[in-house]
């Protein structure tokens, strides 16, 4: 494919966070994907998908024990274009010379959640938080500190960070990351394998009815994420994943007879 024709994306920090390790993995089976551009934020990502300067932001959407990420695919009317799963494994890393009972605090990005089991039996009592920006800075603190400061990244981190010292390897007990690419325009399959529909619903069963509807279609529910509105009690935004196979034509015409609901996604499984 040539560079005119590819699909310009963007994600978080640079090639050594995880976001950049997900993204080269999505490259490898979605070709029509752009170099990635790097942007120091998640809120920079969705900034620049906006302004229009890429097509679409790989983003960490699901992972163990942490809220949600896609709300911006109902709130800005975005589309799911691709998806990919595969184990973030973490290592936990300190400025050279610094002994475990130096540690003081230990930083990273979202990933440092994925780690409390590990963080509690080997750190118990030291505080953690989470980046405000990404991992790669985390790591340059923790570089450019007292020797007191730890960081958990990814295995590429070092290559970028340079100096750092692995002290704990595959600490995050095998979680697993769910990436989204999530474009401003649909790349729509007219007979997908993978099915994204967001939904305004109320307690009125139109949820019910919806994933029943689509299931006759030849979809099952696979995932649900709400995000609370405040226009009522029991009241949510639904981003609905749904795996199976059939005709696009038939879910739009499903999703037609639901009032709040499109389709967000409708593309074939890869990988």
Not at 84 to 105: A, D, F, M, W
Request: some cysteine; aromatic content about 8%.
């Amino acid at each position: 494919m040539s560079p005119a024709n590819k699909i310009r994306i963007g994600t978080l920090g640079s090639a050594a966070t995880f976001a950049g390790e997900a993204t080269a993995s999505m490259r490898g089976i979605y070709p029509e994907f752009s170099e990635p551009a790097y942007f120091p934020s998640m809120d920079a990502c969705w900034e620049e998908l906006k302004r229009g300067s890429v097509d679409a932001v790989i983003i960490g959407v699901e992972r163990t024990g942490q809220p949600h990420q896609g709300e911006p695919v109902v709130t800005h009317g975005y589309y799911v274009i691709g998806e990919l799963s595969q184990p973030l494994k973490c290592n936990l890393y300190v400025k050279p010379g610094t002994r475990k009972s130096n540690i003081r605090r230990i930083t990273g990005h979202g990933s440092v959640f994925q780690c409390t089991a590990y963080l509690d039996r080997e750190f118990p009592g030291v505080p953690r938080e989470a980046h405000g920006l990404n991992s790669v800075e985390a790591a340059k603190a923790v570089m450019a500190g007292d020797g007191t400061l730890a960081v958990v990244g990814s295995r590429s981190l070092p290559r970028v960070v340079s100096g750092l010292e692995e002290i704990g390897r595959d600490i995050d007990d095998g979680a697993i990351a769910s990436w989204w690419a999530v474009g401003r325009q649909p790349v729509f399959s007219d007979a997908p394998a993978v099915l994204v529909i967001a939904s305004r619903c109320a307690p009125d069963g139109q949820l019910g009815r919806l994933t029943g509807a689509i299931a006759d279609a030849g979809y099952l529910l696979q995932t649900a994420a709400s995000f609370p509105v405040n226009t009522g009690v029991s009241v949510y935004d639904y981003l609905l994943t749904f795996g199976g196979k059939g005709a696009r034509s038939s879910v739009e015409k499903v999703v037609a007879r639901f009032s709040g609901t499109r389709l967000a996604g409708a593309f074939d499984k890869r990988g």
